[in-house]
């Protein structure tokens, strides 16, 4: 299953390791690793496999979980799937379009979603917006 993505997705091989890891198998980054965690400016947030625009700016929130937190998506830049790995049952969040895992998706975020987007720095590209 997951030779069969790589061959089909050849994006994969711009990746470092470390994206492979968490974009391909489903890793996940040390918590508080990736500088995104401290990223506050307007701009967008990116799909690192195939640059399809994820989330903007202002629907990242501190969450102090680690893991850049953002509490609501761009519509229909994302997709779920239920995951039962590490015994426990969680939402995973993956690009709609290259389907990279991105990261999971909590019911305890801020209002007015309640949700939050639990991401991995490393699957995100940041582009600051140009004022
Ligand atoms: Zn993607």
């Given at each position: 299953?997951?030779?069969?993505?790589?061959?089909?997705?050849?994006?994969?091989?711009?990746?470092?390791?470390?994206?492979?890891?968490?974009?391909?198998?489903?890793?996940?980054?040390?918590?508080?690793?990736?500088?995104?965690?401290?990223?506050?400016?307007?701009?967008?947030?990116?799909?690192?496999?195939?640059?399809?625009?994820?989330?903007?700016?202002?629907?990242?929130y501190?969450?102090?979980?680690?893991?850049?937190?953002?509490?609501?998506?761009?519509?229909?830049?994302?997709?779920?799937?239920?995951?039962?790995?590490?015994?426990?049952?969680?939402?995973?969040?993956?690009?709609?379009?290259?389907?990279?895992?991105?990261?999971?998706?909590?019911?305890?975020?801020?209002?007015?979603?309640?949700?939050?987007?639990?991401?991995?720095?490393?699957?995100?590209?940041?582009?600051?917006?140009d004022?």
């Open positions: 299953m997951t030779d069969q993505i790589a061959k089909e997705h050849l994006w994969f091989s711009d990746l470092s390791c470390e994206q492979l890891n968490v974009m391909r198998d489903h890793g996940t980054e040390p918590p508080g690793s990736s500088p995104l965690n401290y990223e506050k400016r307007p701009g967008t947030y990116y799909c690192a496999g195939c640059q399809t625009p994820l989330f903007h700016g202002d629907m990242k501190d969450s102090g979980c680690g893991w850049p937190a953002f509490f609501t998506v761009i519509e229909g830049a994302v997709e779920m799937e239920i995951d039962h790995s590490h015994h426990m049952t969680r939402t995973e969040v993956h690009c709609a379009r290259c389907k990279a895992h991105l990261g999971h998706i909590f019911p305890d975020g801020p209002m007015p979603t309640g949700e939050r987007y639990c991401i991995n720095g490393v699957s995100l590209k940041f582009k600051k917006e004022v």
